[in-house]
């Protein structure tokens, strides 16, 4: 079944503790992007790839990292969360490069707390 | 700057009534895509529809249509005879630099038997 993944789908954790959410998609998508979401401000994007080995910042970058090694996998690092990073994460993938061709496919989501 | 606007933050309908979402959005450029997902309770987010700028034919799936303008920049959306299982939140996006959706703050439909 064509899919994306994300693990996992709730975690609580504390200020400053090193986190890594997962995303893995199966359909060999070449585009992949991270978004949070928080009541109010409905999805705003965090990072995207176009590529491997080609990231890129949204419009909230600012405490995250990603990487893109492998075509499949785009994690999302949490160096030293803070509260204010608590939210509903999700991660998406599209067939091309770009959203021109093709509708992001979403993740089922990871809510995040930071206490 | 682009930017979607959904004004109606909650709607609520009973079994079998028509509704509408309505969705505006901002853009300067000619080329840009539209698009509306669903976000049921359960939290994941379904890809209902795509839209580009140069077709500006309404569309209709079933119960829902979509009714595209250029000239008022709306892409709103209508459930026909709504039914609970269409309770959820709804999005309307933009897309307009080929590399991000911009969505809007959603509209939480809530349809009662």
């Known amino acids: 079944e064509a899919q994306v993944t994300q693990n996992p789908r709730y975690l609580i954790t504390v200020t400053g503790k090193k986190l890594t959410v997962t995303c893995s998609q199966n359909?060999?998508?070449?585009?992949m992007s991270w978004y949070r979401q928080d009541p109010g401000l409905g999805l705003r994007q965090i990072y995207y790839s176009m590529n491997v080995e080609v990231t890129d910042k949204g419009d909230v970058p600012e405490g995250y990292k990603v990487s893109r090694k492998e075509k499949r996998n785009f994690p999302l690092i949490l160096e030293s969360p803070s509260p204010n990073q608590t939210s509903l994460y999700f991660c998406?993938?599209?067939?091309?490069?770009?959203?021109?061709?093709?509708?992001?496919?979403f993740g089922n989501g990871t809510r995040l707390t930071v206490t | 700057a682009q930017k979607v606007t959904q004004a109606q933050t909650e709607i609520s309908v009973v079994e079998k009534e028509d509704v509408t979402l309505d969705c505006v959005y901002e853009?300067?450029?000619?080329?840009?895509?539209l698009f509306w997902y669903k976000q049921p309770p359960s939290g994941e987010l379904v890809f209902l529809i795509r839209?580009?700028?140069?077709?500006?034919q309404n569309e209709i799936s079933g119960r829902y249509s979509w009714n595209f303008q250029k000239s008022t920049s709306s892409f709103n959306f209508t459930i026909t005879a709504s039914q609970v299982v269409d309770s959820a939140v709804y999005f309307c996006?933009?897309?307009?630099?080929?590399?991000?959706?911009?969505f809007g703050t959603g509209t939480r439909l809530q349809v009662f038997p």
């Open positions: 853009t300067r450029d000619t080329t840009y895509y």
């Open positions: 998406a993938s599209s067939l091309a490069r770009g959203l021109y061709n093709s509708p992001l496919h």
């Open positions: 996006a933009l897309s307009e630099n080929n590399d991000k959706l911009i």
């Open positions: 359909m060999n998508h070449e585009y």
């Open positions: 839209r580009n700028s140069f077709d500006e």
